[in-house]
């Protein structure tokens, strides 16, 4: 069945410049066959309701690992995505993962190291606000290591995700997909709105004058990174209720293909009975 929005492995991507796509895959500002964001309110609540279901087999049948990874320029979602997407699961199984610039103990180990004992154990759901994905991103844009260490780090992380997922863990990896004159629009809401002031980050700013070397940056990924066994999803997040949507629907049809069951009793419980 195809896949809406998936990156195929080798796939071209352009996302700045004369050959921007447009189509309906790459468009930020695509919304699908819904018009407004009442329209989407019905099966969001649908999947909300199938996703709190299959978080309870999952963590029963204990198996498999579900890993969500969020990547993003800034104002892109990803916090958003966080609360409307899983809002109704139990949060006992799921665990959020915020990746900032690395501490002095993480810098004196391997770039994976802090990322591997980060995945979430079978049975849970664990998501990546940023990710590994940052040592080819960040470290690229600003020239933080030399062109010889980062160009490596694509077929490495491969490889650490066919490892993760042939030992148990699903990987969702999804770019939410925003404008440039979206990103200007919600950081001057930002400077505009006396509640969102405590959102405003004088780095954000610094890193949009970037934004061209970001996007070439983020192209090399979802080409070189998107496999068949973890690819990336680009998600249209100039609106956010349909970013929500279309990530549900993505997480909710992953875990039904799992052909997840609860497991059978470890007792006859015909044989039980309460005094």
């Not at 329209?39 to 999947?47: E, F, G, I, V, Y």
């Not at 959020?96 to 190291?113: G, H």
């Not at 997040?237 to 949507?245: E, S």
């Amino acid at each position: 069945m195809e896949q809406p929005f998936i990156v195929k492995p080798g796939e071209s991507i352009s996302l700045i410049g004369e050959k921007k796509s447009r189509s309906s895959n790459h468009n930020p500002d695509n919304t699908g066959s819904y018009n407004k964001k009442d329209d989407t309110k019905k099966p969001l609540k649908k999947l909300h309701k199938e996703l709190l279901e299959l978080q309870e087999i999952l963590y029963a049948e204990n198996k498999h690992a579900l890993l969500i990874i969020l990547q993003g320029m800034d104002t892109c979602g990803k916090d958003g995505t966080i609360r409307k997407v899983m809002a109704g699961i139990n949060v006992q199984g799921c665990e959020v993962v915020n990746f900032k610039a690395p501490t002095v103990d993480e810098l004196s180990r391997d770039y994976l190291w802090r990322v591997h004992k980060s995945v979430p154990p079978k049975g849970k759901i664990g998501i990546f606000n940023r990710s590994h994905y940052e040592d080819v991103l960040v470290v690229r844009v600003h020239d933080l290591v030399p062109k010889s260490v980062w160009k490596k780090r694509y077929q490495q992380i491969n490889d650490f995700e066919r490892m993760l997922v042939e030992n148990g863990t699903v990987i969702l990896k999804f770019f939410l997909n925003i404008s440039k004159d979206e990103q200007k629009e919600r950081l001057e809401s930002r400077i505009n709105t006396p509640s969102k002031h405590w959102k405003v980050n004088e780095a954000d700013f610094h890193e949009r004058t970037y934004w061209d070397d970001y996007m070439q940056a983020y192209e090399v990924v979802l080409e070189k990174c998107s496999t068949e066994w973890a690819p990336w999803y680009i998600i249209p997040a100039n609106k956010k209720w349909y970013r929500d949507l279309v990530i549900t629907e993505r997480i909710v049809k992953t875990l039904q293909d799992l052909k997840m069951k609860f497991p059978e009793p470890n007792t006859d419980v015909s044989k039980l009975t309460i005094v």
